[in-house]
Each structure stands twice: as structure tokens, then as C-alpha cells.
């Protein structure tokens, strides 16, 4: 089973002189900040400490390891406990491809014609997310699921859909009208996502 | 006063060979489909017959104009009623540079930090909303407002937030759960931006 | 009318760590220089002193406005005087859309063939001049005139060609050699440019 | 247990009209050859038909899923048996990462300076290839292991460093004096590996 | 002696399917149009018909050798008399080094702050050549000289700007205004040039 | 004769401020470090103190000549005694054109689909080597051989093959498995490449 994920990075220490802003084609073989730690074994022990949404993820990014500086890629776990769900989000700086380690989730995309491209995807099963659409994923089996994202940027970045939209302040009347929604609906929204 | 907005494009017909699927770097000076006409000409002008939304768009991407292919860049032009907005929505292959022709605008964007950036925009006035992020305009002003945008891909993508999340029919049980929503409340969003 | 050109940013003040040498995909939302100033206003208003030429413009690249840093755009107001001219030039790395607010501008451009594509452009139309090709623009109305151009880069370069052909020490011989020039004409030349 | 590994696209019909050659940011949502198969699942079984290296792998890039295509990744599953091994090799297009499934490998690369960075990794960790640099893995647990491996590029490219110098009939001299063997050793060495 | 430079390619025959617009990453390892030839070899040798201006040129791009298509690099042979100019020019796709095979040659380069940066270059010596900016050479040696230079695009573009600014048919009183020309002064120019 | 070869850059000191890690598109003209030198020119000898493999070489790339930072070139000077051998090896960043100043040169590369293209060259031929993959040369004339390889990377990088594989100790049992080899025969191996 996989009750956790070590994530392990073989560097070596070499004095840092960028955090390059762009991924794109390297210009040396890595390129690590200066560290007093030759090799690096990280292990990301499965917490499941699960949200009201019944979600948990480790996003693993070259802010997070900087072995990955450079390299164009980076990964994430995800876990989800029964009925759990990630909620609609997208990554503004990447492609994904999801693996599951375990579980039977609900998983989709909406791409930019506004077809829904959703199905149930199953252990050892791989499903992809196109750069920039929106995507979300739900366990509907009857026990945990977990998923291995990986990602063609060493920082895709992550704006999840109902937070960037209603926890943030837009002018009420904007919302309002955009949504369909009045006052008293949006101010229910808007409290729950801030 | 800008009452309408005509695009003009200076090509020549040469024979078709590819329709490229990234921005990059050209490997030439444009690249336009097999067309009997030489000298394009445009005009687009402003119809302004709104929505419900109070506002009109009319994209000029390398689709629309081929002469834009392998360069890099795509424009819009936008109207606003009084009242009028621009739901929240995001580009996922370009940045956009807005430019305000009449009106006040508020204007805003949102990062992936959760933080929102808002402010009324007026004429000749210029915002920058950054690659992939979600933003949103509305007309403040007592008199229609018109913008355009500049986009740094020939294809920049446009993905309306309550249309893509509420109007694909994800699963109601996903969605309510992500927004905090009951089956009743959803129903209505979902209804009203299918 | 548009007698001045107001530029907006919404910027937060995050500490300095790159200026980045390239226009490519972003690894972040953007990148902004450190400053005490979390939301800059900058009012460009229209000077109109017009040199020589008849011409005036305002660059607006990173450089000048850091929160463009990254995010692979750029623009610039220029300004005509009646008979007013922006000399043959290009940008080495940009295309430009070039919108034109008010009056009545002979405009074209060369490309790599030597084919010559120029035409009268007004008021709400937009041209678009390739990557690396040299352009050129006239006002041949009756009233001062004003264009907006759009970059796809943050860094487009400008490279003047009268200026840098006769204003910059080439050896004599080879320069009249190549434009056909005798020795008083060249004289003439590098003297009214450098 | 993962006693296969099952890859799921889902996918439209949609006509067929380029296949690109660059991985770089797309200009399109996606990009799917012709097919009349609109929702593709494909399942590829565990055969573990090991050959003598105890080695078998299913690499899925875009000439097998054209789902992928124009997205910039692509992924692979190998097997190995008890003491396999996959031989060094690099991709010329992608950095790779690599995430345990089952076994304990010995895994590592060799940077352009010569410095071997190897190490074991077990069930839930990640290793990080750098794009092109020669890697290598061998299960040395007492039961199978499997791997997945990630990679930034639609089409990553592999050379097995083994079958690239000593299966392709390059001048024997050229190789005797390369690895410092004599006409013997190199025959036995290009019988065993063309 | 350099009297000849034979163009050695060695391809084999694939079918043909794109001609890429872009230089970027490959997605393999290489792309040759459909051809019933296995091995190129190429011979060019040196007419050196010079022309008024004591130059010729031998531009070897992937227009030329399919064999360079998606490899992002091509190269030129230059030949010049005694007092031979290769005129002001740039290429607006790729930087250049030039590589001196025989001669004494005065060369260099203008950059966006119209600094110039000139040199005699001798047999042996090398010298870069930005990407998009002007510059020219001259053979001021006592015998013919020959350059060869490599580009990092397979298909550069060629400007020489006499050509492109006088011999186009851009509109006389702006190219009078932009140089400080009269009219008789710009008729013999656009003669000399076009 | 090119009995040496001189490099030449024209440069100017302006501060430093990045060392970029990626070839793309440059945001300025050129970027060079600071330093006292305006003008650097460098003469690269002939040393020719060739090794056991009868090879010399001396790489040009933005390590040692700042002014190619950030223009996306290098390149290399190769000296060949007769007999002498340029290793398998490859350049994980960057395709190489090479040109062939003297003598006749057998050289040839490997695609991913383990064809090998070997020909002679020539005084005067070039030959294209694509990026990642394995080549090699060997001087079969009776006389010392040059050539000039350039490269579209400031950084192109170098993997020899044979030192790589066997002077890195990795885990023997690996390499036997991988080559076929025994323990006696791996060690010699190991011995003479580490």
C-alpha cells in the first residue's frame, strides 16, 4: 500500500547564483542553491489530515526542492479520502499528468470550447490535463485514493477556481451579476470561500 | 469618438503549408494561408447589440486573421453598456495588455496567492493582466466604455469562469461541495449559465 | 480626444531577486523589482515637442515599468505632427500591432524579399508590422495624429536605421560603396544623422 | 498490488492537421490526429516477458497516444525482474522523474563534469534525471520493482548508450582506441550488442 | 587553400510531413522531406562572380538542405574581392559567428544604443554577430578573403539595408525627411539601389 | 595554413547583473559581465599536445568568452593527429555543425533508431551533427586534420561516452549485465577510462 511517499533528490552543493525566472531549455545539467546538504532524502509521510472537502496535497515545486531548479518538471501527491474531492482548479504554467496509486476517482477537464471531458479513472490508470483548463477530481470509491500529478514546469502554479473568485473581494455587483447570483446568495458564498 | 474599430492587414496571398501550433520564434517573416485577396481590409463595427451582461467582444485572433500566424500576437476589442461587464475569466497562453479608449472601467486580476488587484482604469489609461491569471472588468462610468487588449500569442484561448464551471454539467455533487452550495442553489446557477 | 496617455499598474512591492535576460514562458505570475510602492499610477501625458521629424513617442518597455518584467509584453504612444515621420526602423525582438487613436497614417513595412506593403491607416485600425522587418509611418492628415503599439516582448530593442547606418563611424568607403554615395553626399549624411 | 498498469486518455474527434515538431508552448487546447474513436481508453497489461537483462518497458509518447500531442509530456512504465537492469541511456528531449511503484533500485546518473550521483530508491520515492544526461537502474530487492517515469517532452527520445556504440558497425578502430580494447574484446562486445 | 567548400549532408529518406515554422526544441532527432536521395553530398564551389560590390554569398539554410529542417542552425559562405563590402545587413532570426578562412577583413556590428563595435578580423579569428543587428564587412586586405558563418536558425532571413530602404518605392518625402535628403539626392539613391 | 586559431570578441564593459540559464529568446542586445577589458581579443593556439587518443580540442563557449552570454552560440577548435580519434560523445544542449579546416576525416552519428550515418570529410565539407546524439570522428588521412564546430548554445555541454560509462564507478554487476562483459574484462575497462 501507499501509506506515504518519500520524495529523494541526489544533489550536490554548488553556490547559488540564479533563480531563473522561465522554463525552457537548460543551459547547464542543474543548477542548485548553495547548501550545506550533498545528498538530499526528503520523505513526505502521508499526514490525511483531510480538510472539510476531504482533500490533501503535497505540491513538490522548485520552491520546495531545488534540485528541480531548471530541470522543467515538477510533481504533487494528492489524497482524497472517501467522497473527498479536489475542488475545480487549474495550473496557469503547466500540463499534468495524473497516475493513481489507488482508488476510483471521478476526474475531468473543460476545455476552452466548454466541453466537459470527465470519467471515472481507476488504480494504475493515467488521465491528462491540458496547460491552463480547468480540471477537478473527486473519490468515489469506498476507501482513500491517492494520485501522483506530474507536471512539465518546475512551478506550474495552482488557482483554485472557487477561492480565486469568491474569497477574494471582486465588487459584489460584478459577482452578482455574473453569476446569477443576489445579495444574499453570493454573501453565502463569498463567506464560505474567504 | 471610437464608434467602431477597423482592423486593416497588409498580405499577400501565398500558398498554404502550415498552420503552426506554438508561439516562438518565427523561422519566417509571416506565414498566411492560400487566400485570392492580397490586400486585406477589415472593419468591425461597434454593434454593441449586449447581453444580458451589458457587453460585446470581437476577438482578432490568427483564426479570424491569418496574417497574425507565427507572430505572436492576437488583439480584442471589448464594449460595455452602462453597467456592463466582463465576467471573470483567464487566457491560458497570454498576457493582456488592456488599453481604455472611453469610459471608467474597474478593472482587476487575481494571483495565485489569492490576492486581488482592482482598480478604476480610465481613458488612456493601460492594465496588465498577467498570463493565465483570472480577471474581470465592469463599466462604472455613466456612459458606455470601450477597451482593447493586446495578447502576446496569436491564439491566447478565453475561458469564462461561470460558464466553464456551472454551465458543463460537472458532477452536482463535486460542484456543491466546492462551493458550498445546496442542490437547490446549484440548480440555479447551473440553469442560468448553460 | 486622447491628449495624454495615462499607464497603470497594480503592483505589489516583493523583494528584487532577477531580472530575467528572456521572453519565454513565465515560471511565475510576475517578478517586480523591490519598491516602497505597492500601487504605482504613471500618467504619461502627451509633450507633443515634437524634434525634426515631427515625432514623438514614449516607450514603455520593462525597464521603465518593472512590473512588465517577465510577462513578454511592452507598448508605446507615438505621436505625429502634421507631415510628421517615425523613421524606417525596426525591433529586433518584438512583432508590433500598431493601433492607431487618432488621424490618418501612411504606414508599411519591408519584409525579407523586399517587397514593400504600406497603406494609409485611420482612426480604430490596426496594423501589424513582423518580427525584425523594418517599418516605417507618416501622417499624411491634415491634424496631429497618435498611434498605441503593442510588443511581444517586454524588451522589443529599437534600432533607428538612418542612425545607425550614417550616425555611427562606419568606415566611408565601405558605406559609400554600399548606398552609391560619393564622398560629399556621405559626408552630408553622416553629418545630419549622427 | 500494480499488476498492470492502465493508461486512459479521453479524447474528441477532431480533424487532423499538424504534427508538430517542437515542444513549446501550445497554441491550442490539444491537438488529436483524426480518429474515429472519440473516448480512448487503453490498458496496458503487466507481460513482464523479461529479456535477459530482466528488463521490459512500455514507453507511451505522442506517436502512440495523440492525445499528448502539441502538450509536452509524455510517461513510461518499466518492470524488472529480480537483478534486472535498465541499461544507461539517455533521452535527448526531457528530463525525466521517476517514481517507485514496487522494488528497491539501485538508480543514478553521471553529469558533463563525470560525477555519479546513485542511490537506492524504494516504493514511493522520486529520482530526477536532468534532460540528456546518461542514467541507469537495477532492481536489487529479491522481489520485482516497478517504475513510472515522467517526462517534460511529447516525444523524449532514447538512446541505450550499450546498443548505440557497439551495434552499429562504427569503424573498429575507432572503437578499440575509444575504450581502449583490442579486436577481440570489441567483436565480443559488437556479436553481444548489434 | 580555400578555393572550394563542398556541403557534406548525409540523410536518409522518410517521408515527408511538416515544414516546421519554428526554432525551438526538437521533437526528433531530425525531419527531412521525402526524397529519393539517401546521401547529400553538396559542392559549392567558389565562383566568385563578384558582383559591383566585390561580394558573393553562398547561404546554406534549410530552404536549401532540408537535412538542417528542425535542427535550429544553418551557415553562409562569404567570398570578397579586394575591396569587397558585404553591405549593412542583419538577420532578424538568429545571431551570427563568423569565422575568417583567409584575408584581412574590417567588420562590425551596430547595437540598439547605436554604439558601433569595429575590428579588422584576421585568418583564424573569430567574431559574434548579435541576433538582429546591423552589421558589415569589407575585405581591406591585399587579396581575396572568404568568411564562414554559422547561425543558430534554419532559416535566418536576410535585410541589406540599402536595398531594403532605397530600393522599395517607400514614399519619397518621408525617406527625404528620415535622412535629410533632396529629392534629386534620394532619385539617384532609389536608382542606385532598387 | 590554420596553424592557430584566433578568437576575437568585440565587447564592451557594462556591470553584470545575470548569468542566464536557458538559450532562447535574448531580452537585450548582448549581456556581458563586468569586467576592465573594452575591447578583448584572444588568440587560442595550436598546442597539439595530443593525448593517447591523438585528439585535442579547445571549447568556446560563455564559461570562458562572456560576450556569447545570452546569444545562443559557441564553438569548438579540434586538432587531429593522424590517426587521431574525437571519442563517441554527444552535446546534450546543442546540434553542431562542423566544419573541416584540413586533412580528411572519417565522422559519422547515431539516431535514436541506432542507424549509423558515417562518412569522409573533407577540407571545405560540413557535416551536421543533431542535438543529443552520439558522433564521432577520426583522423584517416596521412596528415593532422582540424575542424571548427560550431554550436546553437552558449553552453552545449559534452558527455565522452566511453569516460562516462566506465570512469564513473557505477555498480559493476550493472555494466557486466549491461555490456556483456566479465569482471576481468569490465575492470580493464574501468582502469583505463577513469
Known amino acids: 500500500m501507499f501509506c506515504m511517499m518519500r520524495i529523494l533528490f541526489l544533489l550536490i552543493s554548488i553556490h547559488f547564483y540564479i533563480i531563473s ?20 532524502q526528503k520523505c513526505i509521510t502521508s499526514h490525511r489530515d483531510f480538510k472539510a472537502t476531504g482533500f490533501a496535497s503535497i505540491p513538490v515545486s522548485s520552491n520546495v526542492f531545488p534540485g528541480l531548479n531548471i530541470l522543467g518538471m515538477s510533481f504533487v501527491r494528492a489524497d482524497f479520502d472517501v467522497d473527498g474531492i479536489n475542488v475545480p482548479h487549474y495550473h496557469p504554467r503547466a500540463t499534468e499528468t495524473a497516475f493513481v496509486l489507488e482508488g476510483r476517482i471521478y476526474s475531468g477537464f473543460i476545455d476552452t470550447g466548454y466541453r466537459l471531458f470527465a470519467k471515472v479513472i481507476e488504480k494504475g490508470e493515467v488521465m491528462v490535463f491540458p496547460k491552463g483548463l480547468i480540471h477537478f477530481q473527486m473519490n468515489i470509491g469506498d476507501s482513500p485514493a491517492t494520485i501522483v500529478g506530474s507536471f512539465n514546469s518546475q512551478n506550474p502554479g495552482l488557482v483554485k477556481v472557487p477561492s480565486a473568485v469568491f474569497g477574494t473581494s471582486i465588487k459584489e455587483e460584478l459577482l452578482m451579476k455574473a453569476f446569477g447570483l443576489d445579495k444574499k446568495e453570493l454573501a453565502k458564498l463569498n463567506k464560505g470561500l474567504s
Not at 21 to 40: E, K, M, N, R, V
Request: a negative charge; one cysteine or more.
Open 21 to 40: 525566472a522561465f522554463d525552457s531549455d537548460p543551459l547547464q545539467d542543474y543548477c542548485i542553491p548553495h547548501t550545506p546538504i550533498h545528498f538530499l
